[in-house]
Nanobody, 123 residues
């Protein structure tokens, strides 16, 4: 089992950058596929970025491709989401999650979730 704690959310202006962190405790961090998801009011939770156990494979939603970067620091059991050129539509609660699956970009395949961190982008 793994516990996930996100941090780094906040209120920023459109065009700004923000870096989210997700610290994992418990089972070895590298045992999981790690993902960032987000949920805006009235919308379903969607995948934003996913990284494989080795870090060698990544996935980005089309809406964030070229603007967001997912990375890990296995020594610190932390996964990051670097967000740049933020847009109003990036406003959401961002969740870090861990999956025991071989690979997945779907929320249903993720076993452990953080509590979420709010990101609000203003004009």
């Amino acid at each position: 089992q793994v516990q996930l704690i996100e941090s780094g959310g906040g209120l920023v202006q459109a065009g700004d950058s923000l870096k989210l962190s997700c610290a994992a405790t418990g089972r070895t961090f590298s045992s999981y596929v790690m993902g960032w998801f987000r949920q805006a009011p009235g919308k379903e939770r969607e995948s934003v970025a996913v990284i494989s156990r080795s870090g060698g494979a990544t996935y980005y939603a089309d809406s964030v491709k070229g603007r967001f970067t997912i990375s890990t620091n296995n020594a610190q059991n932390t996964v990051y989401l670097q967000m740049s050129s933020l847009k109003l539509e990036d406003t959401a609660i961002y969740y870090c999650a861990a999956s025991q699956a071989y690979w997945s970009i779907y929320a249903r395949d993720y076993d452990y979730w953080g509590q979420g961190t709010q990101v609000t982008v203003s004009s």
